[in-house]
């Protein structure tokens, strides 16, 4: 139903109040989607160009109706690691088109999902990727890359106080756009302080930004998965990756159904029936997929617009795509990807430590709002074999098999999501129930059907 005090068209505030709305959706996506990039090596003005178009192209394919954003996602960045880890802090720009490629495959997962929404229902496909699979699966994402945060905080333990004390701050006790960008506001104040107190930081900042030019075409043949085909290719290493960041995708679309569902509530009309969970995820997994053809990270809805939708109360999907217009314009700025890339280690540490903490306390409260039985062996043996296959293996080395002449690694969390998947299948007292009610909120009911 709805809210008679919103405003559904932005034809009725004028040309200016529009460009403001168009500029704080940019804002609330900002922060998180240029970490991405500089987390993994990917290029900045290639992110946000994909960004903006992966944004345009979802809006296009659902219709024009749901204002969504879609951003970098940090679903991801464990596959990344995995298969194109930092080496001395510098991008692994060997094994980046590797990693996107990888991507690339998981975002096709979403339109296998979609199909199989439009033909069964959610309620039947969703049976396969209940909480109990996918809330650990969620939860060792975070764990799994707590350390390549910590052990960027070392390179200046005081600058990345520094970020994390802003981000919690903003966060508990901030108001307004402060409260909705608390990630942003963590980068610029630690960037700055950094800044202040260390000459080295703002020596390097200055030879970067000075030669980059203030116009420039988006690099977006760097780290693209076709050039693997005209360098040394290695059928092993990329069937590794496919293996490797694939299964992330099952997360993924849990959230993605979940963002639906939020933005539905908060809009007051039911995008999870009209134009349907099928398209939206085929918008979102062709988004993921263009971008990564071209080198930029997975996209994903950003929960952070949805928060911009609810202070704002202006629904009008405009408005976001005005803010993917304004993203792909910023895409062909250099000199502002350079101050990007010129971020100290302790900022990205600092940031990064919080909000791989808070994917992981995502996933906790995917299990914990969804009443997960723990009293039942079945789900304690479940996430036991997923949270001690995906830690275990991330510090102790991946499974590697060997196929003739081609070796496949698999990591922690490719381990773990598939075992998941596979013993919530086999194993008897199945006891869960995905439904979506006539307002688009989803409901999870665990123990309530008859045995």
Not at 99 to 111: D, H, K, N, R, S
Request: glycine share 10%; proline share 4%; hydrophobic share 55%.
């Amino acid at each position: 139903m709805e809210n008679n005090e919103a405003v559904y068209d932005v034809k009725t505030l004028g040309t200016p109040k529009t460009l403001v709305l168009g500029v704080q959706h940019l804002f609330a996506m900002f922060g998180a989607t240029v970490l991405v990039p500089a987390l993994t090596g990917l290029n900045v003005s290639t992110t946000l160009l994909f960004a903006g178009l992966g944004t345009l192209l979802f809006h296009l394919i659902t219709g024009r109706k749901v204002p969504a954003f879609l951003g970098s996602s940090f679903a991801f960045l464990g596959g990344y690691a995995a298969i194109a880890p930092m080496l001395d802090g510098a991008p692994n720009t060997a094994m980046l088109p590797y990693a996107c490629f990888g991507v690339a495959v998981a975002g096709l997962v979403y339109l296998v999902l979609a199909a199989f929404f439009k033909a069964f229902g959610a309620g039947k496909v969703m049976r396969y990727f209940p909480p109990i699979v996918t809330g650990p699966i969620i939860i060792c994402i975070g764990l799994s890359l707590a350390g390549s945060a910590i052990s960027n905080c070392r390179t200046n333990w005081l600058i990345a106080l520094v970020a994390i004390i802003v981000v919690v701050a903003c966060n508990i006790w901030g108001k307004g756009m402060v409260k909705i960008v608390p990630i942003l506001l963590g980068v610029v104040a630690s960037y700055l302080f950094a800044l202040i107190i260390a000459p080295s930081a703002r020596a390097n900042v200055a030879a970067a930004v000075s030669s980059a030019k203030w116009f420039g075409l988006p690099v977006i043949w760097e780290n693209t998965v076709f050039s693997i085909f005209s360098t040394n290719f290695d059928a092993g290493l990329l069937l590794t990756s496919v293996i490797t960041i694939a299964p992330i995708a099952l997360a993924t679309i849990v959230e993605h159904i979940g963002d639906m569902c939020a933005i539905s509530s908060t809009v007051g009309k039911n995008f999870v029936a009209d134009p349907g969970l099928h398209r939206t995820l085929v918008g979102d997994g062709l988004a993921t997929t263009l971008a990564s053809l071209f080198g930029a990270p997975a996209n994903t809805t950003y929960g952070e617009n949805t928060g911009v939708l609810a202070l704002s109360k202006v629904y009008d999907p405009k408005v976001v795509r005005l803010a993917a217009v304004f993203a792909i314009v910023l895409s062909f700025c250099p000199k502002f990807a350079a101050l990007i890339v010129a971020m100290p280690a302790a900022t990205m540490g600092g940031v990064s430590l919080v909000l791989y903490g808070m994917i992981s306390a995502v996933g906790v409260r995917n299990v914990v709002e969804n009443q997960v039985d723990f009293t039942k062996s079945r789900n304690v043996l479940i996430a036991a074999m997923i949270l001690g296959l995906a830690v275990g293996l991330s510090y102790n080395g991946a499974i590697v098999i060997a196929i003739g002449s081609v070796s496949i690694s698999l990591s922690g969390l490719a381990v773990a999501a598939l075992v998941g998947i596979f013993m919530n299948a086999v194993l008897p007292g199945k006891d869960y129930e995905f439904g979506v009610n006539a307002q688009g909120d989803t409901s999870v009911n665990f123990g309530s059907r008859a045995k």
